[in-house]
């Protein structure tokens, strides 16, 4: 990853990054659909970052879902221990404060975590995988794995029907992406970004997230109210990505950046601490799309020409993802 500048964010508000309206997508005609994916496009060409409303996911079950994400990490430090990350094999669990580096030459990242993966059911899984395919799920709170796994199906859906625009925006046919999406090995990850004490003075470079790209192909992002995410634009400036209501931030991972040929971006992104002022907990929901481990990924046609040779040898997704976890914990 090239070096990131340790600049402080531009505040913005929230009008830089497009907001897109997903309604006519999910709703409308074959133009209404053509459209929606074009500004999708652009959005990820030009920032590798959008806002999408209407995504499908629904308001009560995202409340549900901050609740027991609440809950969970109110839990005493030795019972969360209980169901530790083990392994990037798995990458299940959770994750303790300062575990994780996501920019590996900082100190480690000032939140907790905790993953999750869809469960297929048992039989459609080799044996092998089976025990790498194993949720930890803590006994408390009492309703945390059936929300975490509503939540999971609310937005494998979501991110089915944006895979769904991003093949409309590029000429290939509608089922392109779901299809190499189609063994679900995706995580989902609950983040808690504890309050720091007040005149807290963070080590140099320590962020409660680390600059990084994400891994996979898409991220859906579900912030909480407290701002606190911050976007590298093209030009090498970070601008301040605050929630806004109603919408999911989806941002364009380095798998699909690599899959376009460079035309949809993997933008750096971090988590800052707020250094003067109060620095209030703060609770996100990611939900990272990875293609299956074996879909090989190479550059899309409609992404090449004479004047833009493919960029990138072709990689095979699962081994993308098992070097860049293991470069993090
Ligand atoms: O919590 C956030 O707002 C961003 C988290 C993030 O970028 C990540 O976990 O990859
Ligand atoms: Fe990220």
Redesign the pocket.
């Known amino acids: 990853m090239e070096t990131l500048q340790e600049t402080t964010a531009r505040r913005t508000d929230a009008g830089a990054i497009p907001v897109i309206d997903f309604g006519p997508f999910l709703h409308g005609g074959a133009e209404d659909r053509k459209a929606v994916a074009a500004a999708m496009r652009q959005a990820s060409a030009d920032w590798g970052f959008f806002y999408l409303a209407n995504h499908g996911v629904p308001e009560p079950l995202l409340d549900r879902s901050f609740q027991a994400s609440r809950r969970f990490f109110a839990l005493p430090y030795e019972e969360k221990m209980g169901v530790a990350w083990q392994s990037a094999s798995s990458n299940r669990g959770y994750v303790a404060v300062r575990r994780e580096r996501?920019d590996a030459s900082k100190p480690g990242d000032l939140?907790e975590?905790f993953n999750a993966g869809p469960e297929p059911a048992e039989d459609s899984l080799a044996e092998e995988e089976r025990p790498y395919r194993e949720n930890r799920w803590p006994a408390r709170p009492e309703d945390f794995r059936d929300t975490v796994l509503d939540l999971m199906d609310g937005c494998v859906a979501a991110a089915n029907r944006v895979l769904e625009a991003f093949a409309v925006a590029l000429d290939l046919p509608d089922g392109f992406f779901i299809d190499t999406h189609d063994q679900l090995h995706h995580t989902l990850?609950l983040?808690h970004?504890p309050p720091l004490p007040k005149g807290y003075t963070p080590q140099a470079g320590e962020k409660?997230?680390g600059a990084?790209t994400?891994y996979g192909s898409i991220?859906l992002?579900f912030?909480h109210g407290v701002a606190?995410?911050e976007v590298r634009t093209r030009s090498g400036e970070w601008i301040t990505a605050p929630p806004i209501p109603g919408t999911v931030?989806v941002n364009t991972g380095d798998l699909m950046q690599r899959w376009t040929n460079d035309v949809f971006c993997s933008t750096p992104?971090?988590?800052s601490p707020f250094v003067s002022g109060d620095s209030p907990g703060?609770y996100?929901i990611?939900f990272?799309c990875h293609p299956n481990p074996d879909a090989e990924i190479r550059c899309i046609e409609s992404c090449a020409d004479a004047d833009h040779p493919s960029r990138y040898p072709p990689i095979l997704a699962g081994e993308h993802l098992m070097a860049k976890l293991n470069a993090t914990y």
């Open positions: 996501l939140k975590a990850r983040l970004y409660r997230a990084h994400d991220t992002l912030q606190g995410l931030v992104h971090r988590v703060r996100s990611a990272f």
